[in-house]
């Protein structure tokens, strides 16, 4: 992390011009402004993102504090993906998104943060080896699951839902493929898989065969077991030479 890093980490709701993209049709040339600020995103992600090798995106809120279980549960999960060779990557602030990265480096592992721009000022956790910061939401995403190999989601809010289910949409239409996605904090998440269950498949929403998508744990060995048969059966054919040596080496 850079010296100023503090400073520059979130820029708070000096980015008007994102809500104004979202408000409808603007002059060509500012659209066409903007495809090339979009464009310029996607670079600064590819350039960041390309040799911080195979990932696992922990996903949380950032409102439990360092003695809450949750925190603790997304500690162990940290250190437990390090253990892998994996690298563990999450939005970069506190809560799950701190507890995670701190265990990636407790471990020895690598711990990268993926910013996104928002209203409310957010430093970076201290446990950063590297951080990124998108303006776009969507150029964010594009970026977690270009590098990640599998999502890890713990117990959060509207953006974790957003994640989870961005995922699950891309395994159920086969855009991605053996791509795991592991929910922790059983208790938690069990209203929503009631409501998956009972309501959606039950209805004819999404296939009953759908929830095999999801694995559902608070066992770390069961959900790394979960992670590590994901990845395996499909690293090395997703990554190019380079990545596929590295990976070959790291295990």
Request: proline share 6%; glycine share 10%.
């Amino acid at each position: 992390m850079t010296k100023n890093s503090e400073f520059r980490w979130s820029h708070g709701p000096s980015a008007p011009d994102v809500q104004g993209f979202l408000e409808g049709p603007l002059a060509r040339l500012s659209e066409l402004r903007r495809a090339f600020r979009i464009f310029l995103e996607f670079m600064k992600g590819f350039r960041s993102l390309h040799f911080v090798g195979p990932c696992v995106t922990v996903f949380g809120s950032a409102r439990f504090p360092e003695s809450h279980e949750y925190y603790r549960l997304g500690r162990d999960v940290g250190a437990a993906i390090a253990k892998t060779g994996l690298t563990v990557m999450t939005g970069g602030g506190p809560g799950i998104m701190e507890a995670a990265n701190r265990g990636a480096r407790e471990a020895g592992g690598r711990s990268i943060g993926c910013n996104i721009e928002l209203p409310m000022e957010q430093k970076p956790n201290p446990y950063l080896d590297k951080w990124i910061e998108f303006r776009y939401f969507f150029v964010r995403k594009v970026m977690l699951v270009k590098y990640s190999y599998a999502f890890v989601v713990l117990p959060g809010g509207f953006g974790t839902l957003d994640e989870l289910f961005e995922a699950l949409t891309l395994v159920q239409t086969k855009k991605i493929n053996s791509f795991p996605v592991i929910l922790m904090g059983k208790e938690y998440w069990e209203p929503m898989l009631v409501f998956l269950r009972d309501t959606l498949a039950a209805r004819g929403m999404i296939d009953p065969d759908d929830m095999k998508f999801l694995t559902v744990t608070d066992s770390i060995d069961e959900a790394m077991t979960a992670l590590t048969t994901g990845v395996e059966s499909f690293a090395p054919a997703r990554m190019g030479p380079f990545k596929k040596r590295w990976w070959l080496a790291e295990r």
